[in-house]
């Protein structure tokens, strides 16, 4: 992929790799180096943060010590990342992973809660490789003396957190840093491990055969998960790779999946939207559900619903926009202002602002997530089936506030179409679900939720619809179109193949377009910020999506391979992409990206007919449940594509 660039310079976004354990997650350049990675959980404080200063953030680096190319892949089914680094005396081979699997070893060991397995082999020839191992606490605040203390290892300590740094390359403490140098011959193989606890280790894991096992136990976890995928349509290399993506940014303790794993990677480099999503977007949540459950991860997508109720609850069914993955406030949105931030971008922020925001189209998204859960599990137990019958209440009293939207524009609150149609999915799927037996609703609230819902949709017919246009618009009585409109058709709230439907992609598409990819709304819109951002990743795969609900197969598939190739090497997508130079931008890996290519993938091969109805909760349901049960299906409106 690349060659030797061990230098100050900043790698591009998307030259990062992820790995992780369900807890936290590392990223790893295509030079061998760990320059993201926060402990305990996704959201902690850095201990390697050089992604964001090369100077004060903290890497750690195995590569061989002389010029070389290099290229990666993930092991095949797993989240074990593989570097290949090509030198002029020989090949190395480095494989890192987070263990997945932190009991394995002797029965009984107590084991870190975190542990960095790093495997270097000479494939050919004879390689000179060099360690260099530098954390820095508290996003690179402080640096704390490395002891020495043979044959346990290397400790570094601050303020109760613990990591150990053993190797079979001999370490040493060089100006502070960690650092070891060995010359491999072909076959010989050697293992580096960074151990991390919050107090000491009770038990510091052994090498040798014992790291060979962990990794192979690390590698099996990772295969037996991935081949749980019952996906077999088009593009399966994509939608498993994406699966694995998500699942390396869940969070097993609680089930929560964040958004990213990173903070303050630039949405425009030099810019200042740069925001921390380490934490948990309920409306990513939702989409998220969907995925897991069609992807055939029942335990996972339940896991998941049980934390979206859990976190419901707790805010009196009223929603809040974030959480961390345990469920509560992120906290107040700060900046670190000692860091320089990706290649000058300032400010390097932690927690989000959002969180305050008022954003309806959750209320929707919730009660979708509810409406794919039932689908599959059954109906809901009467304490879920009361909190979301509260949820319905809080859509009746709060629909008519304008709000920030889907976007999170940070200026004074408007009507957006797509959340006022969101509240009205809201309360239609809600009255379904208790026709069906799902839930129980008392006949006095099924009578509000109705009469609401039909207010909202002559709202809509009367207020965001604009003849002039010829399209639905993003606010109410307004004149400009977004991305999120493409989704009022997505959910089946209005039928994709309604005329005014496919108006309104063809105008998202002309107006927003660029390069075969969508921005998510026009640039002279007003969101609180400087101008200038790149296009969205999600938005282009609702696109394609779009375009497989409508029978425009042909189209679909066509964007879908185009889409696919902004993915970076090992097939991982940012927020954002540049469409001059396909660069990715934003924070890496984002979990929306990745949500919207399985979408995509799922409708194109349900438009190919490789996706079978099936009998989901009892009653037969369409395998994509977006569209409303009882509504006229899509295919049977739409017009075949020209040949």
Not at 225 to 251: H, N
Not at 275 to 282: G, K, Q, T
Not at 383 to 398: E, F, P, T
Not at 431 to 454: N, T, V, W, Y
């Amino acid at each position: 992929m690349g060659t030797d660039s061990a230098g100050d310079a900043f790698p591009p976004i998307g030259d990062y790799g992820l790995i992780g354990d369900c807890g936290s997650a590392a990223l790893v350049s295509s030079d061998g180096a760990i320059e993201w990675l926060c402990c305990p959980r996704f959201d902690s404080p850095s201990l390697f943060a050089a992604i964001l200063d090369r100077e004060r953030g903290g890497r750690f680096r195995i590569a061989p010590a002389a010029p070389y190319h290099s290229a990666r892949r993930y092991v095949d089914g797993s989240a074990v990342l593989e570097t290949q680094f090509r030198t002029a005396s020989g090949v190395l081979r480095l494989r890192d992973c987070m263990v997945a699997a932190p009991g394995a070893g002797e029965v009984g060991a107590l084991w870190p809660e975190h542990q960095l397995l790093r495997e270097v082999r000479c494939l050919e020839g004879r390689v000179d490789v060099e360690v260099s191992c530098d954390p820095r606490f508290d996003y690179g605040r402080r640096r704390v003396r490395a002891e020495d203390r043979n044959p346990l290892g290397i400790f570094l300590q601050d303020r109760g957190d613990v990591i150990v740094v053993r190797g079979e390359i001999p370490l040493d403490v060089q100006g502070g840093c960690i650092r070891g140098r060995a010359t491999l011959q072909q076959g010989d193989r050697r293992f580096v491990l960074l151990a991390y606890d919050h107090g000491e280790p009770a038990s510091i894991p052994p090498l040798g055969d014992n790291a060979a096992h962990v990794l192979q136990e690390t590698l099996d976890y990772w295969r037996g998960w991935s081949g749980r995928c019952d996906y077999e349509g088009p593009y399966r290399e994509q939608v498993v790779r994406s699966a694995i993506t998500l699942k390396l940014m869940a969070f097993s303790a609680s089930g929560a999946v964040v958004a990213a794993p990173t903070t303050s990677l630039p949405e425009r480099i030099g810019g200042i939207r740069n925001w921390d999503y380490r934490y948990c977007w309920l409306r990513d949540a939702c989409f998220t559900l969907r995925a897991l459950f069609e992807l055939g991860y029942v335990a996972e997508g339940s896991a998941f619903f049980s934390w979206l109720l859990y976190v419901t609850f707790h805010t009196h069914a009223e929603l809040r926009v974030l959480y961390n993955v345990f469920g509560g406030s992120p906290g107040s949105e700060r900046t670190l202002d000692h860091l320089r931030g990706y290649r000058g971008s300032q400010p390097v922020r932690t927690g989000n602002a959002a969180e305050k925001q008022l954003q309806l189209d959750l209320y929707g998204e919730l009660v979708a997530a509810a409406y794919e859960y039932v689908c599959r599990e059954g109906a809901l137990g009467a304490w879920s089936g009361r909190l979301l019958a509260r949820v319905g209440d809080s859509v009746c009293a709060l629909w008519k506030q304008p709000d920030q939207g889907i976007w999170e524009i940070r200026t004074p609150g408007r009507r957006h179409v797509y959340s006022v149609a969101m509240c009205g999915l809201a309360l239609e799927r809600l009255i379904e679900m208790a026709r069906a037996g799902d839930l129980r609703l008392s006949k006095r609230r099924k009578e509000r939720f109705a009469r609401i819902s039909d207010e909202i949709r002559a709202a809509i017919d009367r207020h965001g619809w604009s003849d002039r246009r010829g399209s639905f618009t993003n606010t109410f009585d307004g004149e400009d179109v977004d991305a999120s409109l493409l989704l009022i058709g997505l959910y089946g709230y209005i039928d994709p193949c309604d005329p005014r439907m496919i108006a309104t992609f063809e105008r998202v598409r002309a107006e927003l377009g660029s390069q075969g990819l969508l921005q998510r709304y026009a640039h002279h819109t007003d969101d609180g910020l400087p101008a200038g951002e790149g296009a969205f990743g999600i938005c282009s795969f609702w696109a394609v999506e779009y375009l497989a609900r409508i029978g425009r197969l042909r189209e679909a598939e066509a964007d879908f391979e185009t889409l696919c190739g902004y993915a970076n090497d090992v097939g991982l997508f940012g927020e954002e992409i540049d469409p001059e130079s396909g660069a990715v931008l934003g924070n890496f890996p984002q979990a929306f990206t990745h949500v919207g290519l399985v979408s995509a993938a799922l409708a194109i091969a349900e438009a190919r007919g490789s996706r079978p109805t099936a009998q989901l909760g009892g009653r037969e349901r369409v395998t994509h449940p977006r569209r409303m049960p009882g509504k006229q299906a899509a295919e049977d409106l739409c017009v075949e594509e020209p040949r």
